[in-house]
């Protein structure tokens, strides 16, 4: 982050001069709401004046334009999706566009869907920023052309803006837009009624495969929290309890502190922290603790033990997440009800970069060097632990290598406890660094879940009556983000079930377990898409229907669920007969606002292993602002929805958790990963998100894939075997 935009941060001004070395720095006031609440022209003079703004784009005299991006780039393209909008409508080149992040500042680079508060997740960044971001470029581009036609005394209606170049062609007159900033930093910020933005049919980089902006990561250039390097920063492990619940009782640590290296011992909130000049230091230290825990009040089921308990609860009433009609009543006047129950494991996140953080607490505040995905939440748990304002908490803001959630926790986990090393070495900068096996061991998790669901066909095969019972432990209960009186999160993608049917009750059990639990990516939908797109292909079947055909006649008032089941039916040439042994399946859902839908080939061997071939999606998620990134994010999604059909699972024994690495903790492999072939659904919608919808149905397709081969129904994920 450039000295610069951190003194428009810090001081929620805008500072601009007119000598050449300035440049044009554009604030642009924002509601929540995405509109200008500041009807009044700024008051910017050479001199500089306050100005109230968030910040997004700044052009150097050397014709660099600085985009400032609210949202962190975790590899799903927010930097490349977000600066094409700005670029679009500032007729920017995109070769003159750099992205950096935002400071930390919860009331200037809010996520506009959640208020005010700055942050990453569910796959959001496009769909709030859409407009927020046009605008923030259609502004700057005005102060532009009304510098350059002031300058040249031409009307600024004649003047056109290309790849950054403004001209005027009856003058002959050209500038870039380096030539032009100490001009333009002297324009009035205009409001948004003064902007006119593109229509559809005149974007020039919306709906192109424009290159990325995240560039650096296969040259080893790209900077993550791992390649920070401070003066005399010191490095920290900790030991965490083997089960949930432990706690320290005692620690011998004198054979570490011996060890060459090793600057301290640390008994802290979640275990006790080795301080060393190195990782390795630090590690070996650590083997060589004595630690005592305290398992008094540690968890020890086993998730045999839990599953079992979740059987049981499932056949109580639990709270109502939806009700229409009366299915209770329909069931029990049903002639035949079909009854199926699912069983989900914990999952890990598994990102390829575990947690790490650099904190380096002082007198003054603290300083943080974190891929953070929810800054101001961070920042909060900070200012508490620490007993100072959130302001005096800075956060820089780096790459991450993954997260599919695991950095958005909304206890701050593994940054509180940064912070609560550095504050043992107050002054020092600490980079803390897990391992594969303390993320896998004492990470957070996907919760387990049961469901049930019961059903009914009426006298024409279709669904008269639906009846889901989930049985769970929350993520969003006790944090910010839960409202209401139901964990909607748990029940979403079957509270919100599109199929047109008159009886449909969906209910949840609220477990609360000391497992900790987090979102996951794609949260609940990941769990509830499984069962109700297989639940769905099991009553067609028991109608002797066609499972698309089956799907559409109950999907006739959801048109855009409709358009991506037809478009993926048909790119996957479905109905065409496919080699002796394989299969084939489909599922359609909706997460986030985009709705997606998948078939599924497979192949099944003598032995009954089966493959994965073949992977057809169909996705419609508005505009669609880059096609490159958005088939890559769905293919990264079904890679990471297959590894819990296939491979991944998170046990416990007696309270622990059995895996340890990726030798036990698997993930698909590239050579399991099958053709993906992406088709995107044109449409002038709003943008909505990509990040996280196309792992939901591929579990389910690959399940119903299979019961087309095998005529078996898979009920427990991971499938090991067909």
């Given at each position: 982050m450039s000295e610069v935009m951190q003194t428009i941060s810090r001081r929620s001004f805008l500072k601009l001069s007119s000598t050449a070395g300035a440049g044009l720095a554009l604030g642009v006031h924002l509601s929540l709401s995405g509109c200008s609440e500041n009807k009044e022209p700024s008051k910017v003079t050479p001199e500089g004046t306050e100005f109230s703004a968030n910040a997004f784009v700044r052009i150097d005299p050397d014709n660099t334009v600085h985009l400032v991006m609210k949202h962190f780039e975790m590899g799903q393209g927010t930097f490349t999706g977000l600066a094409t909008l700005i670029a679009e409508e500032l007729d920017a080149s995109w070769d003159q566009v750099v992205c950096e992040s935002a400071p930390a500042d919860g009331t200037r680079y809010n996520n506009l869907s959640w208020g005010p508060v700055q942050g990453t997740g569910g796959s959001s960044a496009m769909n709030n920023a859409f407009m927020q971001m046009r605008r923030a470029g259609a502004a700057a581009r005005k102060m532009m052309v009304d510098a350059a036609a002031g300058h040249w005394g031409v009307p600024a209606e004649e003047i056109a803006v290309t790849n950054g170049v403004v001209s005027h062609t009856g003058s002959g007159n050209k500038a870039t837009f380096g030539e032009l900033t100490g001009l333009a930093a002297l324009m009035p910020v205009p409001g948004d009624d003064s902007l006119t933005l593109k229509q559809p049919e005149d974007f020039k980089l919306i709906g192109t495969k424009l290159p990325r902006k995240d560039k650096g990561k296969t040259d080893g250039t790209a900077k993550f929290t791992q390649d920070v390097q401070l003066p005399g920063m010191l490095t920290a492990v900790v030991a965490h309890p083997p089960k949930f619940g432990a706690t320290v009782k005692s620690v011998d640590g004198s054979q570490a502190r011996s060890m060459a290296g090793v600057t301290d011992v640390v008994t802290i909130s979640s275990g006790v922290a080795v301080v060393a000049s190195d990782y390795w230091t630090a590690k070996s230290a650590r083997d060589a603790l004595k630690i005592d825990w305290d398992e008094s009040n540690a968890f020890t089921q086993s998730s045999d033990e839990i599953m079992a308990s979740y059987r049981a609860m499932a056949d109580k009433n639990g709270e109502v997440g939806r009700s229409d009609g009366d299915a209770k009543k329909a069931l029990k006047q049903a002639e035949e009800v079909i009854e199926s129950s699912y069983e989900f494991p914990y999952l890990a996140h598994a990102a390829m970069e575990p947690m790490n953080c650099v904190a380096q607490v002082t007198d003054e505040g603290c300083e943080l060097w974190n891929a953070d995905q929810i800054p101001t939440l961070d920042q909060g748990g900070i200012a508490v632990m620490l007993g100072i304002q959130p302001d005096k908490v800075k956060i820089n803001t780096l790459y991450a290598g993954g997260s599919f959630g695991r950095r958005a926790n909304p206890k701050s986990d593994y940054v509180l406890e940064a912070v609560e090393i550095a504050r043992s070495q107050k002054g020092t900068p600490v980079k803390m660094v897990w391992s594969r096996e303390d993320d896998t061991r004492a990470g957070y998790f996907r919760p387990m879940y049961f469901h049930k669901i019961r059903g009914a066909l009426d006298d024409k095969g279709m669904p008269l009556a639906w009846y889901q019972t989930v049985v769970g432990q929350p993520v969003l209960k006790g944090t910010p983000f839960h409202q209401g009186g139901i964990d909607q999160t748990s029940v979403e993608g079957a509270s919100t079930l599109p199929y047109q049917m008159p009886n449909l009750q969906v209910e949840l059990h609220t477990v609360t377990l000391p497992?900790?639990?987090?979102?996951?990516?794609?949260?609940?939908?990941?769990?509830?898409a499984y069962s109700t797109e297989t639940f769905i292909d099991e009553l067609a079947a028991k109608a002797g229907r066609d499972p698309v055909e089956y799907r559409s006649e109950l999907l006739q008032n959801h048109p855009r669920h409709l358009g991506v089941l037809k478009l993926a039916a048909e790119k996957a040439d479905w109905g065409k007969p496919l080699p002796k042994g394989w299969g084939r399946g489909i599922a359609v859902h909706e997460s986030f606002k985009s709705f997606v839908a998948q078939v599924a080939e497979v192949s099944v061997d003598d032995s009954g292993n089966y493959r994965v071939e073949r992977v057809v999606c169909a996705v419609d998620c508005g505009v669609a602002i880059n096609p490159d990134v958005i088939a890559a994010q769905m293919e990264g999604g079904i890679g990471y929805g297959l590894s819990p059909v296939m491979v991944s699972e998170i046990t416990l024994d007696k309270g622990q958790v059995a895996q340890s690495n990726f030798h036990d903790y698997q993930v698909l492999r590239f050579n399991q990963m099958p053709k993906v072939e992406v088709h995107i659904v044109p449409s002038t919608e709003p943008p909505t998100g990509v990040?996280?919808?196309?792992?939901?149905?591929?579990?389910?397709?690959?399940?119903?894939?299979?019961?087309?081969?095998?005529?078996?129904?898979?009920?427990?994920?991971?499938?090991?075997?067909?």
């Open positions: 497992v900790t639990v987090q979102w996951w990516r794609s949260v609940g939908h990941t769990h509830t990040g996280e919808p196309g792992t939901p149905p591929i579990a389910p397709a690959v399940a119903n894939a299979l019961s087309a081969v095998t005529g078996k129904r898979y009920y427990k994920l991971p499938i090991t075997k067909a």
